[in-house]
T-cell receptor
Framework: ETGVTQTPRHLVMGMTNKKSLKCEQH?????MYWYKQSAKKPLELMFV???????ENNSVPSRFSPECPNSSHLFLHLHTLQPEDSALYLC???????????FGPGTRLTVL | GQNIDQPTEMTATEGAIVQINCTYQ??????LFWYQQHAGEAPTFLSY????GLEEKGRFSSFLSRSKGYSYLLLKELQMKDSASYLC???????????FGAGTTVTVRA
């Protein structure tokens, strides 16, 4: 148990749907991350939040919209996705200053 | 910039030793992480090196040479449960970001 939970674990959505991914950390960390993991590719950093402020946006398309209401929760809102967005989306957290990152189990997203 | 290279796949026999190499080109380098990821699961932290040398943790050891931009993860006395993907990640100074390699899939055979 890593102390980082994600829901849902699996999600299938159509290109016109709107859905949200949720991440919660119980480790007292104040930095949270969204990553995309596609088969045989490196983990791609999407967004970083520190003390609930976005500090990194790696040129992610606007159809992905993050939200960090407090230091324990992180959301990724999805709308009008494309089939190539199908991937494993991982959430992670760390202490401020870039310590070891703890990962959640991920949401396996399939866009039809 | 960031460029992390590691082999795609490795196969070894139960009880043997496997060494997974990782080379990096990271501006402002400030540490090298190794993670283990079983299929369908979260990556889990294995080791962290920031100074040159070998860090040992039971059956797993990690080595770093900053001057060569090189690290390796050594898995000893391999067990079937060690079959997983091993991710190398480099961190920049004063930065939250980890740059990951594509991972090395290790298959342990009986």
């Amino acid at each position: 148990e890593t102390g980082v939970t994600q829901t849902p674990r699996h999600l299938v959505m159509g290109m016109t749907n709107k859905k949200s991914l949720k991440c919660e950390q119980h480790l007292g960390h104040n930095a949270m991350y969204w990553y995309k993991q596609s088969a045989k590719k490196p983990l791609e950093l999407m967004f970083v939040y520190s003390l609930e402020e976005r500090v990194e946006n790696n040129s992610v398309p606007s159809r992905f919209s993050p939200e960090c209401p407090n230091s324990s929760h992180l959301f990724l809102h999805l709308h009008t996705l494309q089939p190539e967005d199908s991937a494993l989306y991982l959430c992670a957290s760390s202490s401020q200053g870039g310590g070891e990152q703890f990962f959640g189990p991920g949401t396996r997203l399939t866009v039809l | 910039g960031q460029n992390i290279d590691q082999p795609t796949e490795m196969t070894a026999t139960e009880g043997a030793i496997v060494q997974i190499n990782c080379t990096y080109q990271t501006s402002g380098f400030n540490g090298l992480f190794w993670y283990q990821q079983h299929a369908g699961e979260a990556p889990t932290f294995l080791s962290y090196n920031v100074l040159d040398g070998l860090e040992e943790k039971g059956r797993f050891s990690s080595f770093l040479s900053r001057s060569k931009g090189y690290s390796y993860l050594l898995l000893k006395e391999l067990q079937m449960k060690d079959s997983a993907s091993y991710l190398c990640a480099a961190r920049r100074s004063n930065d939250y970001k980890l740059s990951f390699g594509a991972g090395t899939t290790v298959t342990v055979r009986a």
